[in-house]
């Protein structure tokens, strides 16, 4: 569906993106992070045709972007970080202004922005847009991305401003999305809502690609993982063995090592001490982000 091949954009002598590759497949959904001015936006527009790349290739659907992105972008719909709206109609109004510069006949419109407003419940459809909250703004801007029915959604920000319950349905939202089958490509700073729907996860920095893989890959090169094995014993074990950390009443035993954890549970077993918790502990997003970021 995406494919970008050594994509650089250069502002004079600033380099925005920098070498970039990356391959996105139909149906998946691809998060990129990376701090402010990490070059996420631009490479979102690159993508979308809005912006020409100083050198490098972007391909949509077959399409090089550069050359001929006209016909790519009848599938394309796009959310860009800031998207005002036209304050002095309501969202129907607006959803219809703009169903008719896609070209959508008035009987389709009305369809199509129907299901829209319901599936982004969108109430209070008699105010105007400039009435608002900024929540309802967003969707408005969404529905208006998806108008024309897109097979590919670039989303700069979808949740950026949003209250943490808005944030949670337009995650749903686009899991929807997904299973309608679209590509969705998106920015995020929140690392929680990218490890929550995202297949695969892009890491920018200063315009480089540090890491592009999905999150189990990503734990597994880059991030910690532990087991904590909680258990009781009749007896005090705290002269025993120092591996035990107490902890209200039972012990906690930490392992990274698959191996060291079934032989404690095999040592439970064989103690017939009682056992109270087997947990895995795993490296959020967050936490490598942090590392990597700070390295
Ligand atoms: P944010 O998280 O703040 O939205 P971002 O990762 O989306 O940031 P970009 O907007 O892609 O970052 O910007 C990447 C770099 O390119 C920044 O240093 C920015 O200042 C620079 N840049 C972007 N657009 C222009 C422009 N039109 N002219 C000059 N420099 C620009």
Redesign the pocket.
């Known amino acids: 569906m995406i494919e970008l091949n050594q994509v650089t954009k250069k502002?004079?002598a600033?380099f925005?993106?920098n070498a970039l590759d990356l391959q996105i497949g139909d149906g998946e959904i691809v998060g990129i992070i990376?701090?402010?001015?990490?070059?996420?936006?631009?490479?979102l527009k690159m993508i979308a045709g809005l912006l020409t790349p100083t050198s490098g290739m972007v391909r949509v659907m077959g399409y090089d972007m550069s050359k001929d992105s006209t016909a790519a972008k009848r599938w394309i719909g796009y959310l860009p970080?800031e998207s005002p709206l036209y304050e002095n109609m309501t969202a129907r109004e607006y959803l219809l202004f703009f169903a008719e510069l896609y070209g959508l006949t008035k009987m389709h419109a009305r369809v199509r922005i129907d299901e829209l407003l319901n599936s982004l419940n969108l109430r209070e459809q008699e105010k105007l847009t400039g009435e608002f909250s900024k929540g309802m703004k967003r969707k408005v801007a969404i529905a208006r991305a998806l108008l024309h029915d897109p097979r590919l959604l670039i989303l700069?920000?979808p949740n950026s401003g949003l209250d943490p319950l808005t944030s949670f349905f337009i995650l749903n939202y686009l899991k929807t999305l997904k299973g309608e089958g679209k590509t969705i490509v998106l920015?995020a700073?929140n690392l929680f809502h990218v490890e929550s729907i995202c297949d695969r996860v892009a890491i920018?920095k200063s315009?480089r690609m540090i890491v592009c893989d999905n999150m189990e890959a990503i734990r597994a090169s880059l991030g910690n993982r532990e087991f904590h094995v909680v258990f009781r014993a009749e007896a005090s074990l705290d002269q025993e063995c120092r591996d035990y950390e107490r902890k209200d009443g039972s012990y906690v035993f930490r392992t990274n090592d698959v191996g060291a954890m079934s032989a404690m549970l095999a040592k439970i077993s064989e103690n017939k001490w009682t056992m109270v918790d087997l947990s895995v502990q795993e490296s959020a997003l967050e936490e490598i982000y942090v590392k990597l970021m700070t390295n």
Do not use: F, R
């Open positions: 502002y004079g600033q925005a993106v990376g701090h402010n001015g990490a070059g996420k936006s631009t490479t970080e700069d920000e920015s700073h920018i315009g």
